[in-house]
């Protein structure tokens, strides 16, 4: 078993809709990133989280230290975020990531 | 500011062949750096960091290695590729001490 799993791994929705995507782990952990990796290939850092909450436009990212659970939510959705998300989680010294399957998100117009 | 380059953006090479990647850092100094492998269908795996000039830890026994002669400067190379080989690369770094890890644009490999 991955120490670090996402659900759904695909996810296709229709423009406006409210969207989720989970991340769960079984490892402690010192804090929790959010990535989206467009269809380039290119990654962006969308949040990092070691407790509660965080906000960025319609991005949404929760943590629950204690359920070992994240979750990633998209208000009013649009094509354009359209990309795979992919959660990590971070342990040890040097900053390694330990990184989920990713979830593929498609927007349909 | 701080930027992350890496080339070639895609590579062919047949099988046997050696290889050599390359990440360089600009607009900061001793970094953390990373190479994570991306396999089709897979998440990212991390498969080398370094926390300075000489530096490299193997996060995975593989065919690959990686060394870093300058502070801003991460290779991953290769002396015979597999096809287990083929993925897609990226180079990333981190602040010592800091949380978050900014990725480069990433190496396309096929191995034939």
């Known amino acids: 078993k991955n120490e670090v799993e996402q659900s759904p791994q695909n996810l296709t929705a229709q423009e406006g809709e409210f969207i989720t995507i989970n991340c769960s782990y079984s490892?402690?952990?010192?804090?929790l990133h959010w990535l989206q990796q467009h269809p380039g290939g290119g990654i962006v850092s969308l949040f990092m989280?070691?407790?509660g909450k965080k906000k960025h436009g319609r991005l949404i990212a929760t943590i629950n230290i204690q359920e070992k659970h994240s979750s990633l939510h998209i208000t009013a959705s649009h094509p354009r975020d359209s990309a795979v998300y992919i959660c990590?989680?971070?342990?040890?010294?040097?900053?390694?990531?330990?990184f989920g399957q990713g979830t593929r998100l498609t927007i349909n117009p | 500011s701080q930027t992350i380059h890496q080339w070639p953006a895609t590579l062919v090479q047949p099988v046997g062949s050696p290889l050599s990647l390359e990440c360089t850092v600009e607009?900061?100094?001793?970094?953390?750096l990373y190479w994570y492998r991306q396999a089709a269908g897979r998440g990212l795996q991390l498969l080398f960091y370094s926390v300075g000039i000489g530096q490299i830890s193997s996060e995975v026994p593989q065919n690959l290695s990686a060394s870093r002669p300058q502070d801003r400067q991460f290779i991953l190379s290769s002396k015979k590729l597999l096809l287990s080989d083929s993925g897609f690369y990226l180079c990333?770094?981190?602040?010592?001490?800091?949380?978050?890890?900014?990725f480069g644009p990433g190496t396309r490999l096929t191995v034939l």
């Open positions: 607009g900061t100094s001793n970094p953390n």
């Open positions: 989280l070691s407790s």
């Open positions: 990333a770094w981190s602040v010592q001490g800091g949380n978050e890890q900014f």
């Open positions: 490892v402690g952990i010192s804090a």
């Open positions: 990590a989680v971070r342990r040890g010294g040097a900053q390694k990531l330990v």
